[in-house]
């Protein structure tokens, strides 16, 4: 199945962004793949891009930086 982004995941990460709720956006993030994380990621402004690859578990930014 192939993931599509959509506008509400973008306004609901944008809202927990400006809101600072780092665990609620790892619970949204924790089963997708990281290529997902990265194509929702260029959606964002790169300041709340930089806040998500900050609030990620030590593994995935390392899987970003291996692509």
């Known amino acids: 199945m ?3 982004i959509s506008k509400e ?3 609901e990460l944008e809202e ?3 809101e600072n709720k780092e665990q609620e956006i ?3 993030l ?3 793949h990281f290529a997902d ?3 929702i990621m260029d959606e964002l ?3 709340e891009a930089a806040y998500i690859f900050n609030t990620l578990d030590s593994e995935k930014p390392q899987k ?3 692509n």
């Open 2 to 4: 192939e993931f599509k």
């Open 9 to 11: 995941l973008i306004n």
């Open 16 to 18: 927990l962004i400006h």
């Open 26 to 28: 790892l619970l949204l």
């Open 30 to 32: 924790q089963d997708m």
């Open 37 to 39: 994380i990265a194509e």
């Open 45 to 47: 402004e790169s300041h």
């Open 64 to 66: 970003f930086c291996l």
